[in-house]
């Protein structure tokens, strides 16, 4: 069943508390089973510069907006350049959770236009095949990373959160699936993997 000549990227986005890192996770262990070979990969990274947005995400109004940008693009070239193409180069099926439609996003809702960031993140990075936005409001989001134990200030607050998911919801593209994120986690997976495999396998008989 699996094609290993060409990579694909799917990539997983929206608002905390969405159920991205589960989700992502599911369909990697299930593309695994049915034969693909997945790499699994997140942003931010562990990198020296998604370590650095980490440190600065405990503490509110740390960075400016252009400053998060440039540190989220400086985080994602390395993780093209290292990983993403790499393993798409070798035919692996990349499954992201979080990419430059986040920073379209959380750092647009700040005030930096979201199109000239997607036009400096597209001129290095490569466009997704398949983009799943996991939708649910901001104080449902907010309420279900209640127990992490570490909030991060820079970007956990309901009012900024709220701003963020509109930008979420206005991207539109072929490859982009708007998801439901508040119905039950099963459903939601089994969803996520049909459209995945049909978005796989057709283009497996097209190319």
């Known amino acids: 069943m699996a094609d290993r000549k060409r990579g694909r990227l799917i990539v997983f986005e929206g608002i905390d508390g969405g159920g991205k890192s589960t989700q992502a996770g599911r369909l990697a262990v299930r593309l695994s089973e049915f034969g693909y070979e997945v790499v699994s990969l997140r942003e931010p990274t562990d990198g020296r510069w998604g370590r650095l947005i980490r440190e600065k995400a405990g503490s509110a109004d740390s960075l400016t907006p252009s400053q998060e940008l440039e540190l989220f693009v400086k985080d994602r070239r390395e993780n093209v350049r290292r990983r993403i193409l790499p393993a798409l180069i070798a035919g692996r099926i990349v499954v992201l959770d979080r990419y430059y439609f986040s920073t379209m996003a959380y750092q647009g809702a700040k005030g930096i236009d979201p199109a000239e960031i997607r036009r400096l993140n597209e001129a290095f990075a490569v466009i997704p095949d398949l983009v799943f936005m996991l939708d649910i409001d901001a104080g449902n989001g907010l309420e279900r990373i209640a127990n992490r134990g570490r909030r991060d200030w820079l970007f956990e607050r309901e009012d900024y959160l709220g701003k963020v998911r509109d930008i979420f ?39």
């Open 169 to 207: 919801l206005s991207l539109r593209d072929d490859y982009i699936h708007h998801i439901d994120a508040r119905r039950p986690p099963d459903a939601v997976a089994a969803e996520i993997e049909a459209i995945a495999l049909e978005v796989i396998t057709r283009s497996e008989t097209t190319k």
